[in-house]
C-alpha cells in the first residue's frame, strides 16, 4: 500500500511569491496534518484537516493556509513568502476514530527554500 | 517554556554501545509519549509508544515514562550504525502532537 506522498520533493522561490505544497493521504486516512520543520526548532504545527475542514492551526500568520479536498489530499499554500519560512515541510495523515492514540503517518516532506 | 525539550546533540556513539535519548516535557495533559526516528531527507516513522508510566520494550528499543518528573527516556542497545538518525519525542493529548526539536545521533563503525 502506498504511503503519504508529498509534491514537489524541492521548491525554489524568491521573497514575496506565492509557494503551493501538496500532500496525498494513505488511501482511507481522512486526517491530514501539516507541520514546519525549520533548523534546530523540531516539528511546528501548522494546519489539521479532517473531512474538508479546517479542524485546528497552529501559531502562525494567516499568509499560511491551505484545503482539503473531496479525496482526502491536501494543499498548504504560503503567501507573500520571508526567508524565514525556508523550511521542510511535512504532512501527516491518520485515519479518524481508532481509539484515543492515534498514529500518526508522515510523508518524506517539501524542502521549500525562499532566497 | 517549550511543551517537549530534548538535547538536540550531536550525539556520537560506537557501535555496540548503549543509547540514551531523553526528553522532557511541561504538559500535564500529555497522554500518550512517542519516539519518531527521522532519517535525512526522510519523513519521521513511529518508533514506539507508551501511555503509563513505565517501559516499555520492543526489540532493541526502550522507552521509558516518568509522568511524576515529565521525563522521557529512549534506550537502544547494541546500536548499529542503521540507528544513525535524529530522534524525536513527542507529546499528545486529544488531536494535538507536540514535537521536541529532536536528537541527532550517529552511530560509529
Known amino acids: 500500500e502506498a504511503g503519504v506522498t508529498q509534491s514537489p520533493t524541492h521548491l525554489i522561490k524568491t521573497r514575496g511569491q506565492q509557494a503551493t505544497l501538496r500532500c496525498s493521504p494513505i488511501?482511507?486516512?481522512?486526517?491530514v496534518y501539516w507541520y514546519q520543520q525549520a533548523l534546530g526548532l523540531g516539528l511546528q504545527f501548522l494546519l489539521w484537516?479532517?473531512?474538508?475542514?479546517?479542524?485546528n492551526r497552529g501559531n502562525f500568520p494567516p499568509r499560511f493556509s491551505g484545503r482539503q479536498f473531496p479525496n482526502y489530499s491536501s494543499e498548504l499554500n504560503v503567501n507573500a513568502l520571508e526567508l524565514e519560512d525556508s523550511a521542510l515541510y511535512l504532512c501527516?495523515?491518520?485515519?479518524?476514530?481508532?481509539?484515543?492514540?492515534?498514529?500518526?503517518?508522515f510523508g518524506p516532506g517539501t524542502r521549500l527554500t525562499v532566497l | 517554556q517549550k511543551e517537549v525539550e530534548q538535547d538536540p546533540g550531536p550525539l556520537s556513539v560506537p557501535e555496540g554501545a548503549i543509547v540514551s535519548l531523553n526528553c522532557t516535557y511541561s504538559?500535564?495533559?500529555?497522554?500518550?509519549f512517542m519516539w519518531y526516528r527521522q532519517y535525512s531527507r526522510k519523513g519521521p516513522e513511529l518508533l514506539m509508544y507508551?501511555?503509563?508510566?513505565g517501559n516499555k520494550e520492543d526489540g532493541r528499543f526502550t522507552a521509558q515514562v516518568d509522568k511524576s518528573s515529565k521525563y522521557i527516556s529512549l534506550f537502544i542497545r547494541d546500536s548499529q550504525p542503521s540507528d544513525s538518525a535524529t530522534y524525536l519525542c513527542?507529546?499528545?493529548?486529544?488531536?494535538?502532537?507536540?514535537f521536541g526539536p529532536g536528537t541527532r545521533l550517529s552511530v560509529l563503525p
Open positions: 488511501s482511507g486516512h481522512t486526517s
Open positions: 484537516y479532517d473531512e474538508g475542514e479546517e479542524r
Open positions: 513527542a507529546g499528545t493529548y486529544g488531536q494535538n502532537f507536540v
Open positions: 501527516a495523515t491518520q485515519l479518524r476514530g481508532r481509539g484515543p492514540y492515534n498514529e500518526q503517518f
Open positions: 507508551t501511555y503509563s508510566s
Open positions: 504538559n500535564s495533559a500529555f497522554q500518550y
